[in-house]
C-alpha cells in the first residue's frame, strides 16, 4: 500500500466561478457563514485574506468531531480561478497525513454556475490511514450549503 495519495471531486453549483473563486481565495472566513454546521470558523493568523503565503486557522466539524486545520494559502490563480491551500498543522497532521494539499478550482459552466474542483494531495503517516474519502464527502456537503446560501441571496430566489 502507497503513502501518496490523489483524490479529486467535481460538482457542478449554481454560483459563478468569479464568486466561488473570490469565496475560497479571499473571503473563506464567510464560509462559516455559509455552511456553520461544519465550518465553525475561519481565522486569520498571518498576512492578508487575498494574499499567498496567508496563514489561516480552519475549526470544524468531521466525522462528528471537532477539528482544526492551520493553512498557508501557497498559491492564487485569477485567471484559472483556483487556491492551493497548505495544511501546515492541525488534527489531519498531526494523527493521520505528513503532508495534505487541497487545490479548489472554479471553472465557468454557463451563466451563474460551476463545476467546483477539489483536489487533494497527500501523503499518509502509515499505511493505516484511510485516504480521505469522508474529507471530500465533507467539502461537497459544504459547496452545496455555500450554493444555496448564494441561492438565498439572489432577488429572484425568494419567489
Known amino acids: 500500500m502507497t503513502l501518496f495519495g490523489k483524490m479529486e471531486a467535481e460538482v457542478e453549483i449554481k454560483v459563478s466561478a468569479e464568486t466561488f473563486h473570490d469565496i475560497f481565495s479571499c473571503r473563506p472566513h464567510h464560509i462559516s457563514n455559509m455552511s456553520p454546521a461544519k465550518i465553525q470558523n475561519v481565522d486569520l493568523h498571518e498576512g492578508e485574506w487575498g494574499k499567498p503565503g496567508t496563514v489561516i486557522c480552519w475549526s470544524y466539524v468531521h466525522d462528528g468531531v471537532a477539528k482544526t486545520a492551520k493553512e498557508v494559502i501557497e498559491a492564487i490563480d485569477d485567471e484559472k480561478l483556483s487556491t492551493t491551500f497548505k495544511v501546515i498543522e492541525g488534527d489531519m497532521i498531526t494523527t493521520e497525513y505528513k503532508n495534505f494539499i487541497a487545490v479548489v478550482q472554479a471553472t465557468p459552466k454557463g451563466e451563474g454556475s460551476c463545476l467546483a ?24 456537503h459544504c459547496l452545496k450549503d455555500i450554493e444555496d446560501h448564494h441561492l438565498t441571496q439572489l432577488p429572484t430566489a425568494q419567489a
Open 117 to 140: 474542483h477539489f483536489t487533494f494531495e497527500y501523503e499518509k503517516l502509515n499505511e493505516n490511514v484511510p485516504d480521505p474519502q469522508t474529507l471530500l464527502e465533507f467539502w461537497i
